[in-house]
């Protein structure tokens, strides 16, 4: 599948051939609670009412607004989450999110895209 724009292109979705649904958060975005709620949505969409697995690309993201946050530990249609980032600061919007809020599916925090995307596949 083709990667969908959502909320004036801060972000993309992409669904591979094998089910796992990949959001980039695009570099220095500063992520608001309408951009998050457009995620979501966007997700859902993707999904058609199915559940899969979902990498999301934080890295190099700018900020994440405390609404925004709020708003991912709403039920969507994935089925577990890697937050994959690469600095201290990704570690840090990562760990904060999951030390403040319950997240709706199994979530972790990598900075390696290989153990990632192990982890999505050994969930499956």
């Not at 990667?3 to 972000?11: C, D, I, S, T």
């Not at 990562?94 to 982890?119: K, M």
Request: aromatic share 6%.
């Amino acid at each position: 599948m083709d990667p969908v724009a959502a909320n004036e292109a801060k972000l993309s979705i992409e669904m591979t051939d094998g089910g796992l649904l990949h959001l980039r958060w695009l570099p220095g975005v500063h992520v608001q609670v309408e951009d998050a709620r457009a995620a979501m949505a966007k997700v859902n969409e993707v999904c058609q009412q199915e559940e899969h697995p979902m990498l999301v690309d934080m890295a190099a993201v700018g900020s994440v607004s405390r609404e925004a946050r709020a708003v991912w530990s709403i039920p969507c249609s994935a089925s577990r989450i890697a937050l994959l980032g690469e600095s201290p600061v990704d570690r840090v919007l990562a760990n904060f999110f999951l030390g403040v809020h319950v997240p709706p599916c199994p979530t972790r925090f990598f900075t390696s895209r290989s153990e990632a995307l192990d982890w999505l596949s050994a969930r499956a």
